[in-house]
């Protein structure tokens, strides 16, 4: 009996030698111990530590240490010294599996609310304004609030999972774009090589008629000085001859032979304009050739953004002209887009400048035509109007209208089917007129533009297409 005992002691002996050894905050041996003026001790670092988060009171009984210089502990650290050493060559005992508090030495029972951390029952003093409870009811009350950020958590992965869908139909659709872009390019590109390749042919075809036309009149006039060379040469033979005649003869036929060697005709003349024409051919032959290809290419002053279009509008694959949609279209919901608003804007906007655009209304019962701010609400409805960044005018049952933030009906004698824009940055003007009939002024906004702007189309849910007109292209040098 009295041996078990012994044992039971000398098994124990290390283990609590070794919590006595321990510091209350990093809960190793100690290192560097110090010793304040409550009696307990702490690592060197430990306590300086503590005292840079919480202030100047001791980690485990609160008491203020201000102005308190803590003093070495050299019998505490004699002491770790020592158990280190027995440490390396005792084998080490049994521990408890039961956690203890490390102050104490006693089992939790309690739960602190505000530290969030178990406590043992000679704790309570040190948390006597805190709110505790058993154990057996604070781990439920932790666990349900784990619970809701874990609800919460589960929230966000269905959320990413939902964009990454997203995303991957986003990766899709930029395929199809790149593939119907590509097929338009190629196209026109052939198109204006078949453009190219028949000017190619056209001006090929001049530069040989030009070619034949001046060798054949340079071969007629080598023809005929040949004639006139047989004519002249036969001549001087036969006076020749004459004059080998006997003097008597030759004095006789003199007469006639001097009229004879008479050339009454005009020597020959170098031609002028004979040689080709290079600088009609060749000078400045890219410039000739981009000129002439005017009339084969389309100058639109403003093309329209797929990439803002409500998923009820479908643009014509130039661009240039928009209508509603039969159905509604699977689009990305990128940021751009209008949704639920019917609009589209026009793909560049304007800082700076002065620009014009004409578009075709027709006899759409009901569009909204101008202008708006870069960061006008793309995702949620929004009344049309001046406040809302907005400058437009437009139709609706019939009454055109200025959409000011109190509508403003515009007194217009016929229907307008081709409605011109013209926006003057420098001058914060926008205004609106009919370019069908003689160019009636409609409406004029003036505002200090701060933000760029873009070309907003709103064509309703009608068959009618709202187009814009191609721009005259005109050529100025310098």
């Known amino acids: 009996m009295a041996q078990s005992e012994w044992n039971e002691e000398m098994s124990e002996g290390p283990f609590l030698l070794q919590e006595d050894l321990t510091c209350p905050v990093c809960k190793e041996l100690y290192l560097e111990p110090v010793l304040l003026s409550c009696s307990h001790s702490f690592c060197k670092g430990c306590l300086a530590q503590s005292w840079k988060v919480q202030g100047q009171k001791c980690p485990v009984c609160?008491?203020?240490?201000?102005?308190?210089?803590?003093?070495?502990?050299?019998?505490?650290?004699?002491?770790?010294?020592?158990?280190?050493?027995?440490?390396?060559?005792?084998?080490p005992y049994a521990i408890s599996n039961v956690p203890l508090c490390n102050l104490h030495r006693l089992e939790f029972q309690l739960y602190c609310m505000k530290d969030e951390e178990p406590v043992c029952v000679e704790c309570v003093t040190l948390h006597q304004t805190h709110e505790l409870m058993p154990l057996r009811k604070g781990a439920p009350y932790c666990k349900e609030e784990l619970t809701f950020k874990i609800n919460i958590l589960e929230e966000k992965v269905e959320t990413f999972k939902k964009m990454k869908n997203k995303y991957s139909n986003t990766v899709d659709f930029i395929k199809s774009q790149a593939l119907q872009a590509e097929k338009q390019i190629k196209a026109e590109f052939e198109r204006l090589h078949q453009v190219l390749h028949a000017e190619e042919i056209a001006r090929l075809k001049a530069l040989a008629d030009e070619e034949e036309d001046k060798k054949i009149c340079m071969e007629e006039n080598i023809n005929s000085l040949s004639q006139e060379i047989t004519t002249l040469t036969e001549l001087i033979q036969t006076v020749k001859r004459e004059m080998g005649a006997e003097d008597l003869t030759f004095l006789q036929n003199f007469k006639v032979l001097k009229r004879k060697a008479q050339w009454l005709h005009e020597d020959p003349q170098n031609p002028s304009d004979a040689l080709l024409n290079m600088a009609k051919h060749v000078g400045s032959l890219g410039y000739s050739i981009w000129k002439s290809m005017q009339a084969h290419v389309t100058c639109i002053p403003v093309v329209m953004d797929p990439n803002t279009a409500s998923p009820w509008l479908s643009l014509s694959p130039d661009l240039a002209s928009v209508r509603d949609s039969p159905e509604r279209q699977s689009l990305p919901d990128n940021p751009e887009r209008f949704d639920p608003c019917v609009f589209v804007l026009g793909a560049e906007g304007f800082s700076s400048g002065k620009h014009r655009w004409e578009v075709h209304v027709g006899d759409n019962p009901k569009w909204i035509l101008g202008v708006c701010k870069e960061?006008?609400?793309?995702?949620?409805?929004?009344?049309?109007?001046?406040?809302?960044?907005?400058?437009?005018?437009?139709?609706?049952?019939?009454?055109?209208?200025?959409?000011?933030?109190?509508?403003?009906?515009?007194?217009?004698?016929?229907?307008?089917?081709?409605?011109?824009?013209?926006?003057?940055?420098?001058?914060?003007?926008i205004s609106f007129w009919d370019a069908g009939n003689g160019g009636r002024h409609l409406c004029t906004f003036t505002h200090e533009f701060k933000e760029r702007l873009f070309p907003i189309f709103g064509p309703g849910l009608h068959s009618t297409p709202m187009e814009v007109y191609p721009a005259k292209v005109t050529i100025h040098t310098a």
């Open 62 to 91: 609160r008491k203020s240490c201000k102005g308190e210089q803590p003093i070495s502990n050299r019998a505490l650290m004699g002491a770790c010294e020592s158990f280190q050493k027995e440490k390396n060559w005792r084998q």
């Open 375 to 429: 960061s006008v609400a793309r995702k949620r409805k929004f009344t049309v109007s001046t406040d809302r960044g907005v400058w437009t005018i437009g139709l609706s049952k019939g009454i055109y209208n200025a959409l000011t933030a109190r509508r403003t009906v515009l007194a217009v004698e016929s229907r307008p089917e081709r409605v011109r824009v013209k926006l003057n940055m420098e001058k914060g003007e």
